[in-house]
Structure formats: structure tokens, C-alpha cells
């Protein structure tokens, strides 16, 4: 039988309720199916990884990595900068369309300015 240690539970519980997150989330529609999707693969490899701490060395000794925990945080630097650029991509979108969104309203704003001039004069 197997006995899980304090970390092992605390990281169990941590994980469980970041899955549950990710649920909710996709409930109420805050993220796409394909984001959810990734998140759940993400929670349960982390959790498999808890519970079966060998997987990783395993897995590592397939790659041609020495050990479990440098495959880890090889693989969590990739998921970062993919993360990261995907956020940098949103954000430079979110700028160009509150810059067009800005734009239109000024040319609305000095249409209705010019209008009201108009009805004045």
C-alpha cells in the first residue's frame, strides 16, 4: 500500500482545487473548450506525477534526461514561454482594438460635435 507524504497531499489538494477552477471556468464560459482541454491534460499529468513520482524519471530516461525533475522543469519552461507569448499576443491585440475602438468614438464624438454646430448656427 502507499503511503502518500505531507507534500504529496498538500500538492494533491493544490491540484484539485486548481482542476476545479479550470471547471468552473469553462462553465461559465470564460474559457474555450481547447483551453480547457490543455488545463485538464496539465492537472492530471501533474497529478499522475504526484502520485507515481517514478513516471517522471521514466519518462525523463526515454527523452535522454538524466533525471524526473530536470524533465519537469524542462517541460514547464516550454509551457511558460508558450503561456507567455500566447498572453503577449492578447495583450498587443487587446492594444490594436481599444486603439481602433478609440478611434471610431473620436470620429463619432466630432461628427456629433460638427452637427450640433451646425443646428446652432
Do not use: C
Amino acid at each position: 500500500m502507499n503511503i502518500f507524504l505531507p507534500i504529496q497531499i498538500f500538492l494533491l489538494v493544490f491540484l484539485l482545487f486548481a482542476f476545479s477552477r479550470v471547471i468552473l471556468r469553462f462553465r461559465d464560459g470564460t474559457i474555450p473548450l481547447g483551453m480547457f482541454l490543455f488545463w485538464v491534460a496539465i492537472w492530471i499529468l501533474a497529478s499522475f506525477s504526484i502520485i507515481q513520482p517514478n513516471f517522471t524519471s521514466f519518462i525523463a530516461q526515454r527523452m535522454g534526461i538524466g533525471r524526473g525533475a530536470d524533465a519537469v522543469i524542462y517541460a514547464s519552461l516550454i509551457i511558460v514561454f508558450y503561456l507567455n507569448f500566447r498572453l503577449t499576443v492578447s495583450l498587443e491585440n487587446l492594444r490594436h482594438e481599444i486603439t481602433k475602438l478609440t478611434r471610431e468614438i473620436a470620429l463619432k464624438e466630432k461628427i456629433r460635435h460638427a452637427n450640433l454646430k451646425r443646428r446652432k448656427s
